[in-house]
């Protein structure tokens, strides 16, 4: 779910930065980049984002995100409550309603961005207020975050190599439609009044710990819930997961502010692997499985 | 396109002698696509989202608050970018002249001395503010942000029909409007390359900023709105979002030492920047209203001690009297030694006897309006006035000459309009944006078009009836 949102924002921004005249993105990219496969060379906005929401056969979409995430909480129901449920399977006959995927191919696609990150609040706001803090909350809480850093290096890899090097440009609508995906560009004009700068930008992705969207905070949640979840434990517990998250928090914290492209790309390439790896312990530990 | 009833001898937007102009055809064809449910549908849609995002002004009536959305037409306003060119450089012109005159006006008055205006004019006008006598202002600048209203004649060519130099709205509706032309013409903005708009929040902050500069190297720009009560509170919260400012109103702010500070939860804090949206008489009770109670207490002092930036200066309803408006094209000859590159609207100062005569002999063939009124109130228009109107005009031009002037009526230009199912011609203006800052002057490629939706009427006033459109400026 944490995923659907994330796409939602970044194809609603990229949609209105490319009505705006501003995008330099190819959607032959795109389509690679979300296995998109067009018939008849039919290369129509509105055809490429009904695709990437609604094609149930591509594996990245929308629709199969849901779906999948409906077919997780059918087989939990016994540990999700109704509400839960309800919004899930609400959010997937959304999915599968023709007058959205007619709107999106054919009328305005601003309409369906908002009706489905909409339905993603529901589904954020039906956890936070009705969900037990239980360990399966926790699991839910921290798939999220881990999903949440691996989207946001992602994106900022792709930003960063699409724009990052172009030192004379004085055109930063690109930056702005970046921050806007992540909701952090009111953020940003907060704390940097009037100034808009590449490195800012980075450092408010990586490092502002009260930037929702940010690696620190994501890290910071990993850590709390992680700590939860062992604080639940009843027998010996065990500190490898902390181990690692403190790991990585560290990397973070104590690496001096990346500045060339390659530096910021092995530093993302770093807290992608330890991301990995703190996934990995979690299946080994909690979920008996090999790695 | 071929039903679309062009009215004779007026300019159209779009049309000219029956064939579309060069500049509307990309959008003409793609537009033809669209049958009437899909336009009727696009009306509703626009209709709803400007509702549902919030995007109105209230209408106070009997103590009850109407939300009310500023009514929308869908089908944009062209301009050629060689045409817009002309209009951006006959602004900046009347923009810098204007200028000079505050600082002059303010100062030295050479152009009283010179007998270039009559001193009479200046003094008799409601919002010269003598408190602003020898106030110097940074970078000399007055007229930070303006909205100058454009008009077309029946030849097409461009007048002046008004200068907004103090708290110009409507820019909200501008970017807003733009917004909904993507939503309803999806992928026809990009094809045919329409400037960009949205810079204008990045412009504004980047000046004031730089005025700031002059009191910190840091500093702090707030936002003053008159409250949730203002018609255009909705503007005043969106330009504070889109810049990153506070908004603040006047009982956030205090003034300490001649120093202007914010309330925070932290304790006060330095304000250097005031963008405000506070009539001048009610910035500050001190000194103006005193029974204001949207200005800051002192504001005026720290002000006129350099302490705090206040954006537009005040006193600037002096360069935007409608009696002062007529003696710009010669500010533009005295202070600039140029011909004024936009014409303004021939104008008959009722002081003057031989003008108010002709002008009561003429009645139906003028406009006539208040010097100190805006929004389309205090107006008179003679062709659709009754006998008791124009005689109670008439009475009260001779009371009080100064309060009125009058105007031949100019055929506004007609653009085309989506009502009731079909292509319609109404009345337009334009008002563009310009931003003065230390690096000169700067205007956005666009502006709010405000439409008359009545048939026949020429009056575009959002208060009046009017409605907006956005507008495309396209290679």
Redesign the interface.
Known sequence: MERTNFQLKVFHTRYIAYQDGASVESWENFCEENQIEIDNEDYSFGNLISKALFDINNDLSIASNIFRARENARSAQDHINKDVWQCLNDFHHQMKDHFLFNQSRYGDPISVFDLLVKQSMVYYGVIDNYVARDEGYCFLELGKYIERILNSINLIRKQWILYGEDLLDNDYSNWRYFLSSVSGYDFYLRHNLGTMEKERIFYQMIYEPLFPNSITYSLNELDKFSKQLNSGEQGESDETVGFFIGKCIANVQFTRHPRTREEKMLFLARIESDIYEISNIFNHQFFGLVV | MSGYPAINDIYDEMMSDNVVRNHYRDFVTGFSKFDVSEMDQKND?AKKLFMTQGITFTVYNDGEGIEKIFPFDVVPRIIQSSEWEFIQKGIKQRLKALNIFLKDVYHQQFIIKDEVLPSSLVYTCPNYLREMINVDVPFDIYTHISGIDLIRDYDGSYYVLEDNLRTPSGVSYMLENRKMS???F??I??NI??K?V??YP?LL??N??SFGRQISAKPN?VLLTPGIFNSAYFEHTTLA?????ELVEGRDLVVQNHQVYMKTTKGLKKVDVIYRRVDDEFIDPLVFRQDSVLGVPGLYHAYRKGNVIIVNAMGNGVADDKAIYSYVPDMIRYYLGEEPILKSVPTYRMENLDERQYTIENMHKMVVKKTNESGGYGMLIGDKATDEEIAEFTKQINLNPRSYIAQPIIKLSTAPCYINGVLQPRRVDLRPFALYGPDGIEIVPGGLTRVALKEGSIVVNSSQGGGSKDTWVVD
Do not use: A, E, F, T
């Open positions: 849609l993507y939503r309803l999806p992928n903005l990009p390359k329409v960009q949205n810079i990045d902050i980047k004031l900023l720009v979002r889109l810049m990153g400012i």
